[in-house]
C-alpha cells in the first residue's frame, strides 16, 4: 500500500524566514496532494492542495510543488509569522472517490518571532 | 454553521468497556470517516462510508465498529476498549468529486483506556 514520509519532524525558523516541508510517496497511481494544518486542540483543517496533472500552485504566501517522476512533493511557506506555528500534514490518495489519504507523521512548525 | 462535530471531547475508559463516538455533519457530505492520531504516526484511516447504508475497512479497522443509517451520521463504537486504542480520535467528511477532495474535520476526541 502507500506510504508517505514527511520531513523534517520540527522545524523552527525566524518570524519573517521561509520555511519547506518535504514529503514523498510510494504509489504511482497516487494524483491527490492535500496539506493540512493542525492547531492545538483542533482538528487538521486543509490549507492548499495539488492534484497530479499540475507541478505547483501557490496562495498567497503559501505554494505547494510536486515532482511526479520523483514521488515528492513540497510545501513552502514564504515570510512566515508566529500564526503560521502548528503541525502541518501532507497527504497523497489514489482511490476512486479520491478520498482515502495516507497521511504523513506531520511536521511541528515553530515561528520565532 | 456547525460543519463536524464530535461529541464527546474527552473520555476515559477502562479496559473492557465499550463506548460510542459521535459524529455528525450538516454540510449534506456523502463521505465521512474516522482516524485516530497517535505521536509520530499521524492520522491512520479506521473506517470510512460513502454514503448512508455503506461502509467499509481502513488501515486500523480492528477492535471498532461503525454503521450509517443517515448521511448526517457517523458513530464509531468501541466494544472493548483496549489500552491500545488511547488516542485522539478524528471525524472527518467530504463531498466526493474531483474538484472537491478536501476533507473537513471535527476537533476530535481525545480517548484514554485504563
Known amino acids: 500500500g502507500e506510504n508517505v514520509e514527511q520531513h523534517p519532524s520540527t522545524l523552527s525558523v525566524q518570524e519573517g524566514d521561509s520555511a519547506v516541508i518535504k514529503c514523498t510517496y510510494s504509489?504511482?497511481?497516487?494524483?491527490?496532494f492535500p496539506w493540512y494544518k493542525q492547531e492545538l486542540g483542533k482538528g487538521p483543517q486543509l490549507i492548499i492542495d495539488?492534484?497530479?496533472?499540475?507541478g505547483e500552485k501557490k496562495d498567497q504566501r503559501i505554494a505547494v510543488t510536486l515532482n511526479k517522476t520523483a514521488k515528492h512533493f513540497s510545501l513552502h511557506i514564504t515570510e512566515t509569522q508566529p500564526e503560521d506555528s502548528a503541525v502541518y500534514f501532507c497527504?497523497?490518495?489514489?482511490?476512486?472517490?479520491?478520498?482515502?489519504?495516507?497521511f504523513g507523521p506531520g511536521t511541528r512548525l515553530s515561528v520565532l518571532p | 454553521n456547525a460543519g463536524v462535530t464530535q461529541t464527546p471531547k474527552f473520555q476515559v475508559l477502562k479496559t473492557g468497556q465499550s463506548m460510542t463516538l459521535q459524529c455528525a455533519q450538516d454540510?449534506?457530505?456523502?463521505?465521512m470517516s474516522w482516524y485516530r492520531q497517535d505521536p509520530g504516526m499521524g492520522l491512520r484511516l479506521i473506517h470510512y462510508?460513502?454514503?448512508?447504508?455503506?461502509?467499509d475497512q481502513g488501515e486500523v479497522p480492528n477492535g471498532y465498529n461503525v454503521s450509517r443509517s443517515t448521511t448526517e451520521d457517523f458513530p464509531l463504537r468501541l466494544l472493548s476498549a483496549a489500552p491500545s486504542q488511547t488516542s485522539v480520535y478524528f471525524c472527518?467528511?467530504?463531498?466526493?468529486?474531483?474538484?472537491?477532495?478536501?476533507?473537513?474535520f471535527g476537533n476530535g476526541t481525545r480517548l484514554t483506556v485504563t
Open positions: 497527504a497523497a490518495s489514489k482511490d476512486n472517490y479520491g478520498q482515502n489519504f495516507v
Open positions: 454540510m449534506n457530505h456523502e463521505y
Open positions: 462510508s460513502v454514503g448512508a447504508g455503506i461502509t
Open positions: 495539488i492534484r497530479s496533472n499540475v
Open positions: 504509489d504511482s497511481a497516487s494524483n491527490y
Open positions: 472527518a467528511s467530504s463531498k466526493p468529486g474531483h474538484g472537491s477532495g478536501s476533507l473537513h
